[in-house]
């Protein structure tokens, strides 16, 4: 088999599924109809399939009605990819906070611009929910729950941004980073306050409509958040 014409393959039926020459769902050509197509063989054709599979871009069915179907990546396939990535130790803690340093405050930037009404009742809403239950907490699984509605006060704020590769993104970061820096068992009531009055800051200037005060306040946010937490 020759692994180039493979990897040519490979490359000109990704890039006829990423343009939407070939839509989701769309039964590709049978593996000899392939080969005729492109001069190649059916073992070289069959590798190519594999390869495609491995990526996410066909999902493949075996029995009278099988075949190789275009399967189009979704917000969530990006996400899912980041977290097995970063799961699988291909990404360092330093990485992870540079990156949410990079991301988080574009986001808040662009939200400040381009987030609904509807979208800003939700961001208050969950803010009202962290500092309602900051008056209850009194064990690390209130605190978790908490913590928990912060990393959705981030994940709305990004997909506020309007920006849908900048949410898939923090989406599929934001577990592992809050991993790294909120461990309930650790951060105390203190820490926690500040917490809340950071986003008290950050809704204020998206409310405002603000882009250069939202980027600001978020970045000095996570900054802090991330000192506290022993990151660099």
Do not use: W
Not at 158 to 187: F, H, K, Q, Y
């Amino acid at each position: 088999m020759d692994t180039t014409e493979s990897s040519r393959f490979v490359a000109e039926v990704r890039a006829r599924i990423l343009s939407g020459e070939l839509p989701d769902g769309v039964r590709l050509e049978s593996e000899r109809d392939l080969a005729v197509r492109y001069g190649l063989s059916r073992t070289t054709i069959r590798a190519g399939l594999q390869s495609l599979a491995a990526s996410g871009l066909i999902r493949r069915k075996i029995g009278r009605n099988g075949g190789s179907f275009v399967s189009v990546p979704t917000e969530a396939a990006v996400s899912d990819s980041l977290r097995l990535v970063i799961g699988a130790g291909g990404v360092s803690e330093s990485d992870l906070m540079e990156t949410r340093l990079a991301i988080e405050p574009m986001c808040a930037e662009l939200a400040a611009c381009r987030m609904s009404e509807s979208e800003l009742a939700t961001l208050s809403a969950t803010q009202s929910e962290m500092a309602s239950a900051l008056n209850v907490i009194g064990s690390p699984a209130d605190r978790r729950r908490l913590l928990a509605a912060n990393a959705r006060f981030h994940l709305q704020v990004a997909e506020g941004s309007g920006n849908a590769a900048l949410a898939a993104i923090l989406r599929g970061l934001i577990g592992p980073i809050e991993a790294l820096t909120d461990d309930p068992e650790v951060i105390d009531h203190a820490q926690l306050r500040e917490l809340i009055r950071a986003h008290e800051a950050i809704y204020s200037a998206l409310r405002a409509g603000d882009s250069e005060r939202a980027r600001s306040v978020m970045r000095k946010h996570l900054s802090a958040h991330i000192r506290l937490a022993g990151g660099s």
